[in-house]
Nanobody
């Protein structure tokens, strides 16, 4: 099974950029469709973006499209989330997730493997 560890969260100002990383261990990340989800206080986890095993297919939530970019480096067993033009409403705990399904999906139930999350706080 794959283990996932997120890093790169922190406190930034609105309009800034931030890069989150997800380091995988235990299995090659190329075996997985990968995704990023986020969770606001008191809310359910919501989809942010996903990328298939070779990076050939991606999807973004409308709220982040054009501002966030997902990428993967299978050789380094890492997935990144580049966040640009961040807004206070992006403040959340961000989770990296892995799915054994080949097709990308916005459904968190398809992702069996999750990191512990990293806090992103955007001040206005």
């Amino acid at each position: 099974q794959v283990q996932l560890v997120e890093s790169g969260g922190g406190l930034v100002q609105a309009g800034d950029s931030l890069r989150l990383s997800c380091a995988a261990s235990g299995r090659p990340i190329s075996d997985y469709t990968m995704g990023w989800f986020r969770q606001f206080p008191g809310k359910e986890r919501e989809f942010v973006t996903t990328i298939n095993y070779n990076g050939g297919s991606v999807d973004y939530a409308d709220s982040v499209k054009g501002r966030f970019t997902i990428s993967r480096d299978n050789a380094r067993n890492t997935v990144h989330l580049q966040m640009s033009s961040v807004k206070p409403e992006d403040t959340a705990v961000y989770y990296c997730a892995g799915s054994r399904y080949y097709t990308i999906s916005r459904d968190s139930r398809r992702y069996a493997y999750w990191g512990q999350g990293t806090q992103v706080t955007v001040s206005s």
